[in-house]
């Protein structure tokens, strides 16, 4: 068959005006491609070298290169072999070996990507694909600050090249003297108000806290405060002893740091701190951390604890209207579209967001025990006022386990609260519950082990991730009890409608119940669904395999899915024992139906262009062979879906009127960036928008009868495809041109952001052997995203 499948003929997309954060790339200049190679090879900043060897040798010739091994001229030159020295008299090799040309898109992409790139690496702090100045920082706690930037990379449209410019976030070490981010790490730590408290003196050289921040600061580079010409280096730690006690051997005697500092440079105002530790080439070097400063751009790998995540999410978050003014700011600031490396190489990059149309698809029509409901318009909800639940399930043997202290008198009567509504929605809850306070671990695995509970209803102290990793992995892992965790500082929410409703929802669905199905008219014949990704251990982690999950649906209505768990070779993308996992799912679905699926829709997630072919050879074929070893002449249709969330591509709702049209960049980084949101848009003359501080854009008004769910208030043109407070696109959006030109991909909208901007996700269709109509399939899997 042919791969990939190919776009149907695109029909009229719809009337919603939309703007992207896509920049047209507006020339095709002819250029070549060089592969770069050091010999010896070199593990160091090759770019800054690359600029110091090859600028004279190239000169005349205007050059762009990656930093890693591509280089791109404007002119064809001959293969070039460049000597130079390094270090002590070490000579190495340069070399400059032709390519090929841009004649053709695809290889013209990653040859324009390099020039665009090639400017930010001279300018500015460049990570792969994304580049940032200091014109957005904002601090957080711990000494670290969030640096703004651009991510930047070129996309092929049904309209010819785009480059893809969107917000992208890093996280720092703040430039500062060492000590002095010592203290503001450790006053932290400790909780200290530093204010009007004078300076906050660092502990002794025994505490803790020096090993953690030695963790910190490992690699980190400094310079140095006390020499004429500072120095540069990466640090290896900081040891565990201070300045004024360790020893080095100076003229053939023994002499501590801080004295041989007071000698040379001046007595040392904190003689009493530690000492950072500087190895190179197996020497060791101690220097008082009084003398030494962190430098700029030096990127804090650890994790983020809960309140730097809090911090940085209220920066990162940005409504559309917010988002795109920044990706404009920083457009003019790191001169995205306009610098000397674009004009030298006559690459035209246009100043205007891109502008398209979109489609909104119906809200599905879903269905409860005892009726049917339409969802909500605009915010894809779904009102669950008086309803039961399609299937509800009860529990027989209820346990609530508190990691914190509870008022038990109140405790009662939220969970008698609980049970009452559960019971409005078929969910049978017992007041009589068995109650444990616990202290320890021990004591959580204890009464788990004890009362084997149908579900742990477990009250946390707080949102520590840690500490809830840790209940859901002994219960669910070593008990196989289901849990269902609450901050004890919504115990008493229980007894409002809405805050039960959405714990009821999560209790039925993980006891086996069903809240609701979708009435999907595209399931005219026995179909299973099928979703698979594989995650991978992290930076670092030489040892753990990669993780496999894959879900199968076995029921009609599509809402109950068998779960497979398993392991491969570590960092391998392609499922290895799918085929196993297809025949099991179809020997499940059998007993359940009494029948086999006509149609096998697959959704394979994480994988990137570049694999597609692999999935569709390897994957696919699995499928299909696992289909004929289960039954002979055995062959369902099977259709194979690519779910695409990691990409760059935002949508803001536009206007036909809105004056959006030239010098957008210019207009729309001149925009404020709001600080709160509470009402709808204005239009501006001069294009963008202003916030009006009104509630006529509608909105959800809780309400705290005991019916329960949301009431609609206010009016709302969902005909202009608009959220009622946030420039975000509806849910049920769509956009197809801007796909690929020929591959089968179109990019929906199926939620509602309740902060920040809505991530589109790409669907690519490789395989359709059902034939399913481009509204259809578009129409179905929205529908889906309703199932709970």
Not at 384 to 390: A, G
Not at 565 to 590: G, M, P, R, W
Request: charged share 25%; aromatic share 10%; net charge positive.
């Amino acid at each position: 068959m042919n791969f990939p499948c190919q776009r149907p003929k695109l029909q009229p997309t719809g009337t919603i005006p939309i703007v992207c954060n896509m920049l047209a790339i507006k020339s095709n200049p002819t250029v070549h491609s060089y592969l770069v190679t050091f010999t010896p090879e070199l593990k160091r900043d090759l770019h800054t070298l690359f600029m110091k060897v090859a600028s004279e040798p190239l000169k005349g010739v205007a050059f762009a290169f990656d930093g890693i091994n591509q280089m791109v001229t404007n002119q064809k030159i001959p293969d070039t072999e460049l000597k130079f020295l390094l270090g002590k008299e070490k000579e190495f090799v340069l070399k400059l070996v032709y390519k090929h040309s841009s004649n053709e898109e695809a290889l013209s992409i990653s040859m324009y990507e390099t020039i665009i790139k090639h400017y930010q690496q001279m300018n500015f702090f460049a990570e792969g694909k994304r580049s940032f100045n200091k014109a957005e920082v904002a601090s957080l706690s711990g000494g670290i600050e969030l640096h703004g930037g651009l991510a930047q990379c070129i996309k092929s449209t049904n309209h010819g090249l785009f480059l893809n410019v969107d917000a992208c976030f890093n996280v720092f070490i703040q430039e500062r003297e060492l000590v002095s981010l010592l203290n503001i790490m450790f006053s932290e730590r400790e909780s200290n108000e530093r204010s009007g408290r004078g300076e906050v003196r660092l502990p002794d050289e025994q505490h803790p806290f020096w090993r953690d921040a030695s963790l910190l600061l490992k690699n980190c580079q400094v310079q140095t405060l006390h020499t004429n010409f500072p120095k540069k280096f990466k640090l290896s730690g900081i040891l565990n002893k201070p300045a004024n006690q360790i020893t080095f051997s100076k003229d053939g005697e023994e002499i501590t740091v801080a004295k041989y500092f007071e000698s040379t440079y001046g007595r040392l105002k904190y003689p009493e701190y530690p000492v950072a530790i500087v190895k190179k080439q197996g020497k060791e070097s101690f220097f008082p951390i009084e003398v030494l400063k962190i430098t700029e751009n030096q990127k804090y790998t650890r994790k983020l604890n809960e309140n730097q995540t809090a911090e940085m999410i209220k920066h990162a978050a940005k409504i559309p209207t917010d988002r795109f003014s920044f990706i404009a700011a920083r457009v003019k600031d790191l001169k995205i579209n306009e610098n000397d490396t674009l004009k030298d190489f006559n690459l035209v990059i246009d100043s205007n967001f891109l502008e398209c149309k979109g489609k909104i698809l119906s809200a599905p029509e879903i269905i409860f025990g005892n009726e049917k409901r339409n969802a909500e318009l605009n915010k894809g909800q779904v009102n669950i006022q008086r309803v039961r639940f399609f299937d509800p399930k009860g529990i027989k043997k209820f346990s609530i386990i508190s990691l914190a202290k509870v008022d038990k008198q109140n405790l009662d009567n939220e969970i008698r609260s609980l049970s009452s509504f559960g019971r409005s929605y078929g969910v049978e809850i017992p007041t009589n519950y068995s109650y444990s306070c616990i202290n320890s671990p021990s004591e959580y695995e204890a009464v788990l082990k004890k009362e084997q509970p149908d579900l742990a209803l477990v009250v946390l102290p707080s949102k520590s991730s840690s500490i809830y990793n840790k209940v859901k992995a002994v219960a669910e892992t070593y008990f196989g009890v289901i849990t269902q965790c609450i901050l004890s500082k919504n115990l008493n929410k229980l007894t409002k409608p809405p805050f039960a409703a959405n714990i009821l929802l999560k209790i039925n669905a993980k006891i086996g119940g069903t809240n609701m199905a979708v009435n999907n008219k595209l399931i005219n014949r026995p179909t299973m669904l099928i979703g698979a990704d594989v995650s991978h251990p992290g930076i670092g982690d030489l040892e753990s395999p990669s993780i496999v999950g894959i879900v199968s649906s076995y029921e009609k209505t599509l809402t109950k899915y068998n779960t497979y768990i398993l392991t491969q070779e570590k960092k391998s993308e392609i499922i290895a024992d799918l085929n196993n996992v297809i025949k099991k799912s179809l020997i499940s679905f059998h007993k359940h139906n009494n029948i086999e699926p006509e149609k096998i829709i697959y959704f394979r997630d994480g994988v990137g262009d570049s694999q597609f072919y692999d999935v569709f050879a390897t994957e696919y074929k699995a499928i299909k062979e696992a289909c004929l070893s289960y039954k002979k002449g055995y062959t369902p249709e099977v259709n194979l879906i690519v779910v695409q969330k990691r990409h760059n591509l935002k949508f803001l709702l536009g206007s036909e009127s809105s004056g959006l049209r030239g010098g957008l960049i210019d207009k729309m980084s001149k925009l404020k960036v709001s600080e709160g949101l509470k009402g709808g848009y204005q239009e501006r003359r001069g294009g963008g928008y202003d916030r009006r501080d009104d509630r006529r854009g509608g909105g959800y008004e809780r309400r705290d009868d005991n019916r329960g769910g949301y009431e609609r208030r206010g009016g709302f043109d969902r005909r202009q495809g608009g959220d009622d407070n946030k420039g975000n696109v509806s849910p049920g959006t769509v956009v197809e041109e801007i796909g690929h030109p020929f591959y089968y991909d179109f990019y929906m909208v199926s939620h509602y952001a309740l902060q920040g901007t809505a991530r589109p996700i790409r669907y690519q269709v490789l395989v359709n052997e059902s034939n399913f109509s481009n509204d259809d399939l578009q129409q179905f899997i929205h529908n889906m995203s309703y199932s709970y």
